[in-house]
């Protein structure tokens, strides 16, 4: 399991929170969270609608503005719409090990960083206030680390922050055990123990020491079984439970199972473009090749619907498309693929030149050398990503010869 999962594992999955009301949870969790005007923001972060939402949750905050839930609803939108625009919601970037050796370029926006710093502030200022008051704080203890597992992610995913996003998410961990201990129907905060137990349990020693978590333990058996109670009973984090769930699962190569969890997601909302996604990226890592092609393809059928998805990035799901039909050997097909990644608007400059490496390496399976060459030059194009310029170096010198 890679360090940047463990690190930001308590916010990876957070493009999903949908409350789940009712009288008997309304006892184990924040009274806001069941507030109309909050699911109606959650209804529009589910359609990545993320402006939509944005819009909503101020709302919410300019009404509860001493209520730490309020600006953590705020801080998921900030989060996952930086996070989304910059291309690596797209879980086959992270449920590998090779992420660690991704020494990409984030470009987010200072704007949109200083909102984000900004709110984590903010909900720290107010539940450290109000766990001073009172250390037995439930809500309190639980929104902060509802905020440090999302910060945790962020700093992970865009800064490659790895040591300092562990040490984020241990503290998550540690508010959410507190909280349990204080009330153990507490559902929502069992997520972020099952995501620490799972993660920690699949580093290597040498890596917890080099993250600064040495002696933390982990059991992926039983994180496996808090991120399924948290998915049948959690307010907040039931959905992304389920997400995060699918994730581990994918990873030890369970993918029947995370394929379930998946499709689930899916037909609860067919107009979420990454849980789409996702069933498409389960069948192809399985190995049933053909079925993952016919599942992009449906989402590329129903992205092209006006407005079926709010902001499809076209780009994710034609460069899984592209690397199945490698797989399957259509040369051909994952050539087109490729460069209709390069070809989409709002592609990230860290995927468009890996598009690009990757046209070149088919090409040159092709024998096509001057397309390779013309992919190869584009890759080593000045400013941006050089993520992927050492590779291409290397094929322009010699031309391509794997698979």
């Known amino acids: 399991m890679c360090a940047a999962v463990v690190a930001g594992a308590l916010g990876v999955a957070m493009a999903a929170a949908q409350p789940q009301g009712n009288s008997q949870a309304s006892q184990h969790s924040a009274a806001l969270n069941f507030d109309p005007m909050v699911r109606r923001g959650y209804d529009r972060f589910y359609e990545m609608d993320f402006d939509g939402a944005q819009r909503i949750f101020e709302q919410v905050a300019q009404g509860h ?18 996070l989304y625009q910059q291309d690596l919601l797209d879980t086959t970037y992270y449920a590998h090990d090779s992420f660690l050796s991704t020494k990409r370029q984030v470009d987010i926006p200072a704007n949109e960083r200083r909102a984000i710093e900004d709110l984590l502030a903010k909900v720290t ?18 929104e902060r680390g509802y ?30 055990e507190t909280v349990l201990k204080l009330d153990p129907q507490y559902a929502d905060a069992k997520m972020a123990v099952g995501i620490q137990q799972f ?12 993250v600064g978590i040495m002696g933390v333990g982990g059991s992926k058996q039983r ?9 049948a009973h959690g307010v907040v984090t039931s959905v992304e439970s389920r997400t995060a769930l699918s994730l581990f699962l994918r990873h030890d190569g369970r993918y029947p199972e995370a394929l379930e969890v998946e499709r689930g997601l899916a037909a609860q909302y ?28 449906k989402v590329l059928d ?26 399957y050997n259509d040369l051909k097909g994952a050539q087109e693929g490729y460069l209709k990644v390069v070809q989409q608007p709002n592609c990230s400059d860290w995927l468009k030149k890996r598009a690009w490496l990757y046209e070149g390496q088919v090409s040159d399976m092709l024998h096509d050398r001057p397309a390779a060459v013309h992919a190869y030059q584009q890759v080593l194009a000045t400013g941006g990503d050089q993520s992927q310029a050492d590779a291409a170096r290397r094929y322009l010198k010699t031309p391509y010869s794997g698979k």
């Open 223 to 231: 994180g496996i079984a808090l991120l399924r109670d948290a998915a």
């Open 199 to 210: 993660a920690v349990a699949s580093l290597p020693g040498w890596v917890r020491m080099i």
């Open 65 to 82: 503005p001493n209520d730490a839930m309020a600006y953590d609803y705020l801080l998921l939108t900030h989060v996952f719409r930086a």
């Open 302 to 327: 129903d992205a092209a619907k006006p407005g079926y998805f709010v902001d499809a990035r076209l780009q994710l799901a034609w460069f899984g498309m592209a690397d199945t039909q490698r797989g």
């Open 147 to 176: 905020a440090k597992g999302m910060h945790a992610a962020f700093i992970t995913l865009a800064d490659h922050s790895f040591a300092a996003a562990a040490r984020q998410g241990y503290s998550a961990r540690n508010d959410c």
């Open 270 to 297: 067919p107009h979420d473009y990454l849980f789409r996604l996702e069933e498409a990226n389960l069948l192809k890592d399985e190995g049933h090749g053909l079925d993952a092609i016919a599942e992009y393809h």
């Open 125 to 142: 200022a107010l539940t450290d206030a109000a766990l001073k008051a009172n250390p037995n704080d439930k809500d309190a203890l639980f």
